[in-house]
């Protein structure tokens, strides 16, 4: 049941209440829209304002020339996955040779055009892993969730990545009493497995529940019934995942932006006795031992096999930065981030830039999938925006905050979009694609990547490393349950 006075401000949204001062982002420098191949990346995607300005490396070719050599393992995707796993791959061993193709700019995908969240948040549904793959495995997936968010922590701390990283206060906001109800449920569940499992539940993250008016004071929102704080974090996600990609260029990492995959063709195992692959680029082809799918929504494009499954499902999700009239820096309402479960768009989000960032009083909007027919699903094409999803991210900012909060007007600083891939689980695809040997995958981080990304990298890497998953890998993220759920 959707909460009838939200409803009410949602629909209430008309064009003069938007601002006047609408500026749209401009666009990167045009690539070649006539060479777009559906389902691949598109040539010319919007631009987030995380990307604004490009990075150093946005554009780079380690080598001008694409290389001839075999390398042990060519990675496909610059975002957070292709980075993690390079870096990975990397400080374990020094030696490696990895070549990455990258169709667009270094970390142009999702990961370089996020809402900046870095924050778990599916633990709440522990219950429902519970009864589908029982009690460790659900344990196993929680703990890779807090896990990652944690890693992503530390990494920025321990190379001081400048990506405006930020421990927040998180909340998820209800209006909904049954949902409500249900979270409360969830948080006490959660303290229970704590205190029972406490080597397999992370304890460094605590919940509060506020409830009714107490909660209702602490946001000044008039339609929450209820909320869950905990703790996480807001960044510059381009930012983050460019540092990942220079360390591993200091490494000896080889990076050709610009150069997007066509196809894969297993060839027979090489003298060595190792696999062998070769990737077709829109350059030349390339030689690898092993290769890694790190292709995010962009996956079943480039492999039949996966394609032909229907596991993988691209869509768009979309965001808007923009900037309330009222100061509000010393407005505690807006140093918290916020997301709504139980919103009548389906899981929106906010995100006020803190003081002493870039962006300072920008607020970022996402969400508002819903007020699309298809809620975006199906699409990969990042070169436009959905106006009708904007008009509503554009001004629900004030509708909801209130005008005391948020003051007269709404600048819109940047409207962007981004390709995320769904799995019907909720899970990423993680490991061995099955009968391809020396093949790998991390990808469908199912719109939650900087809280499965990292970690998944991880288990790759041990996998491909070590030739087994490490203990900590949940089993509902293997990759052959794409190909299971078709028997
Ligand atoms: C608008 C938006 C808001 C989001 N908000 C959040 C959030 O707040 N918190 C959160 O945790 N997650 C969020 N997400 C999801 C998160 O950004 C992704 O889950 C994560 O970035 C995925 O990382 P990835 O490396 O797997 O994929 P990507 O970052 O998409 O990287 C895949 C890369 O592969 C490249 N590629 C694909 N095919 C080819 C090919 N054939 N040849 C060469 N290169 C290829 C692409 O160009 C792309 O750069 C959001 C996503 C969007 C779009
Ligand atoms: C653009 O792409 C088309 C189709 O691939 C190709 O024929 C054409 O030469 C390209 N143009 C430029 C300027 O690269
Ligand atoms: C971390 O980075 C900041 C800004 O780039 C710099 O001022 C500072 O000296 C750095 N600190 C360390 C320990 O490297
Ligand atoms: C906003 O308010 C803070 C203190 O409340 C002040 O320091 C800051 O200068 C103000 N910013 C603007 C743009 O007025
Ligand atoms: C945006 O969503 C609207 C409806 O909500 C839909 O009719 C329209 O086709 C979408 N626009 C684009 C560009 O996909
Ligand atoms: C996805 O979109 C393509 C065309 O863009 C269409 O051919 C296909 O049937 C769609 N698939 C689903 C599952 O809707």
Request: overall charge negative.
């Amino acid at each position: 049941m959707l909460s009838t006075s939200l409803l009410a401000v949602c629909s209430s949204f008309v064009p003069s209440a938007w601002s006047a001062a609408v500026s749209m982002a401009p666009l990167v420098s045009p690539g070649n829209e006539s060479a777009y191949l559906p389902g691949f990346p598109h040539p010319n995607p919007v631009k987030s304002y995380w990307q604004d300005p490009p990075h150093r490396i946005a554009n780079l070719r380690t080598t001008p020339e694409l290389p001839s050599e075999t390398f042990d393992y060519v990675i496909i995707g610059s975002g957070v996955s292709g980075a993690a796993t390079a870096l990975k791959l990397l400080q374990r061993n020094p030696e490696l040779s990895i070549l990455m193709l990258e169709a667009r700019t270094a970390a142009s995908g999702a990961s370089g055009r996020n809402g900046g969240h870095c924050k778990t948040g599916d633990w709440k549904q522990v219950k429902e892993w519970i009864e589908e793959y029982g009690e460790d495995e659900a344990l196993k997936i929680g703990k890779l969730e807090q896990d990652c968010v944690d890693d992503m922590a530390n990494f920025v701390r321990t190379y001081n990545v400048s990506s405006g990283w930020q421990d927040v206060e998180t909340a998820d906001l209800y209006f909904t009493k049954e949902q409500f109800e249900k979270a409360v449920a969830t948080v006490e569940f959660q303290r229970e497995l704590e205190a029972r499992r406490p080597h397999d539940v992370p304890q460094n993250n605590p919940r509060t529940v506020w409830e009714g008016q107490a909660a209702r004071d602490y946001w000044k929102w008039p339609q929450i019934l209820g909320a869950v704080t905990y703790s996480g974090h807001t960044q510059n996600p381009y930012l983050t995942v460019c540092a990942m990609l220079e360390l591993s260029l200091a490494k000896g990492l080889n990076l050709q932006t610009n150069t997007m995959a066509t196809s894969l063709k297993q060839m027979s195992t090489s003298s060595s006795g190792k696999s062998l692959w070769e990737v077709s680029t829109e350059r030349g082809t390339v030689k690898g031992n092993k290769v890694v799918l790190a292709t995010n929504g962009f996956t079943p494009a480039l492999h039949p096999g996966f394609a032909s499954t229907n596991f993988l499902e691209p869509g768009r999700s979309q965001v808007s930065a923009v900037h309330p009239s009222a100061n509000t820096s010393s407005n505690p309402v807006f140093r918290r981030s916020n997301s709504y479960p139980d919103s009548p768009s389906g899981g929106d989000y906010i995100i006020a830039r803190a003081p002493g960032d870039v962006h300072e009083g920008d607020v970022i909007y996402g969400g508002g999938q819903q007020f699309s027919p298809t809620r975006e699903r199906n699409i990969t094409d990042d070169s436009v925006i959905n106006e009708t999803i904007a008009k509503y991210l554009r001004s629900i900012g004030r509708l909801t905050y209130g005008y005391e909060n948020w003051g007269e007007t709404t600048e819109v600083v940047a409207d962007w979009v981004g390709i995320t891939c769904y799995t019907p689980d909720g899970f990423p695809v993680v490991g061995a694609v099955p009968g391809e040997d020396g093949l790998w995958a991390s990808v469908c981080m199912n719109g939650h990547g900087m809280a499965w990304a990292f970690r998944s990298a991880e288990a790759l890497v041990e996998m491909m490393v070590e030739g087994e998953a490490p203990e900590w890998f949940p089993g509902p993220f293997r990759v052959e349950r794409a190909w299971e759920a078709n028997e």
